[in-house]
């Protein structure tokens, strides 16, 4: 049989070559889509099925994308803070912008090539609420996807309904990730 198209080796473009590390993806837990009773004064919600991780970025995982990408350390610190932080790597980081954290998102979504970005604040509310689901949940002040009045919506485990914002410290403040349940 003869192939209506003959292909030469010259013309075969060049196998691609990826710079982009091996990543270690984190835990996540899948929340089913359904209604949830979220914010205050507490309302009915629907909220797609999504996948979140159990616990915050801690600072072995960030510090992997930092080491890869040559990113700023979280703070605008001088590097011996950063350099005395990073020593704790199972330590949940905390420090971070919400740029920082979107860029640890963009990292790892090239890295395992799965989609993950920082959740909206529904979807944190709903894991947030739901007994056994996310670990960690307490004073750390964490970033969301959403944006209110102004500026970029954090949640707390303190008061899982109440939209909090962040000023200029960002001490407390923290991320954890979803993981895209369509696409890639």
Known sequence: MRLPIAYSRARTPPARVSTVPTVVEPEVIVV????????????????NVFAIARRPVTVGEYAMFLDETRHAPPGGGAPAD???KRRATDRTLDGVSWADAVAYCRWLTVGSNRIYRLPDEREWEKAAR???????????????NS???GGRVLRSGDDPGA???????????GFRIVRGMTGR
């Open 130 to 144: 739901m007994p056994g689901t996310l670990e960690q949940l307490g004073a750390l002040r964490e970033w969301t």
């Open 147 to 149: 944006w209110q009045n």
């Open 163 to 173: 939209r909090l914002f962040a000023g200029a410290d960002l001490a407390n403040v």
């Open 82 to 84: 950063w350099e005395r």
């Open 32 to 47: 089913a889509a359904g209604d949830a009773l979220l914010g205050d004064p507490p309302r009915t919600e629907h909220v």
